[in-house]
């Protein structure tokens, strides 16, 4: 996601949530950096350049989720200053999946919940004092953000299940209806 001519402007986020599946793994972790063309993510998983993602992006007062593909262009590994993390290029998208990103990124910078940032190489102030509490802020968002997916998941899995039982009921009704005697 460099930042170079003709590149889409960076923005740094809060309060967006990651839910990134790739083969096996599946994990959620806070969007650092968002624009049209990828996003940095917070994070220690260890992926290796040029691996596929699906990422289904959370965002405060979002009803819907944006479902995005992409690879991973470069891993940030932890130490030095640097915050452990993985770059993400998003692949071809479809309109509205493009719409509803472009849409996002102008209502967070309305919102002033985005702003332009430089490279990451030139992100050195990120540990700095006073800035834990912020961060500490966002991630305890992500993690309620990805309780509230997965509770969304758990509430469909129930209905399903209710469905079952109810289905159960019928057809043990009905089995004990031409099981009696007249």
């Known amino acids: 996601m460099a930042n170079g001519p003709g590149s889409q402007p960076r923005l740094r986020v809060s309060g ?15 969007v650092e950096e968002l624009s049209a063309a990828g996003a940095f993510l917070r994070t ?19 009803r819907k989720v944006l479902h995005l593909a992409g690879r991973v262009s470069r891993a940030v590994p932890s130490g030095q200053g640097q915050h ?34 430089a490279p990451i190489a030139s992100d050195s102030t990120a540990g700095e004092g006073g800035s834990d ?6 991630k305890l ?11 969304d998941e758990l509430r469909g899995l129930l209905r ?10 019928r057809d043990l009704a009905a089995a004990g209806e031409t099981g009696k005697d007249p």
């Open 44 to 62: 220690d998983q260890p992926f290796s350049a040029g691996s596929e993602v699906d990422l289904d992006l959370v965002k405060p007062g979002a």
């Open 16 to 30: 967006v949530a990651a839910h990134v599946h790739s083969g096996s793994v599946a994990f959620s972790c806070q």
């Open 141 to 151: 968002m992500m993690q309620i953000k990805g309780l509230l997916l997965e509770m």
């Open 84 to 117: 452990p993390g993985l770059e993400i290029e998003f692949g071809s998208m479809n309109g509205d999946e493009s719409a509803r990103l472009e849409q996002w990124l102008e209502e967070m910078t309305a919102r002033g919940a985005a702003k332009a940032v």
């Open 160 to 169: 399903l299940r209710d469905g079952e039982i109810e289905q159960l009921r």
């Open 133 to 138: 509490g912020p961060h500490a802020n966002a």
